[in-house]
Nanobody, 119 residues
């Protein structure tokens, strides 16, 4: 059974920082893309960042503010979020077994962790 568990969400003021963590179990993800996606209230899910061997890729809306990284030995994915804005408020999901920021291709998903940014 594959499980992805996110943590690290919370409430912060605009300009603050949070670091999200995703721990994967039941499968080895070192040879596959992993990514972060988010869904705000009443909005469609969108890709935030993804990582593979060649490094990370980012949505334009978070480029320069968010950094994705991975610890392959621990099957753990991270998302460092700096200079947070109210529009970053969303449920953030970790995903594995897909491709880049194409959410429809990902096989495994976590339950999400809530990020709320106040102005």
């Amino acid at each position: 059974q594959v499980h992805l568990v996110e943590s690290g969400g919370g409430s912060v003021q605009a300009g603050g920082s949070l670091k999200l963590t995703c721990v994967a179990s039941g499968y080895t993800f070192s040879n596959y893309w992993m990514g972060w996606f988010r869904q705000g209230p009443g909005k469609e899910r969108e890709g935030v960042a993804a990582i593979y061997v060649g490094g990370g890729i980012y949505a334009d809306s978070v480029k320069g503010r968010f950094t994705i990284s991975r610890d392959k030995a621990k099957n753990t994915l991270y998302l460092q979020m700096d200079s947070l804005k109210p529009e970053d408020t969303a449920m953030y999901y970790c995903a594995a077994g897909g491709f880049a920021l194409g959410q429809t291709a990902y096989k495994y998903w976590g339950q999400g962790t809530q990020v709320t940014v106040s102005s």
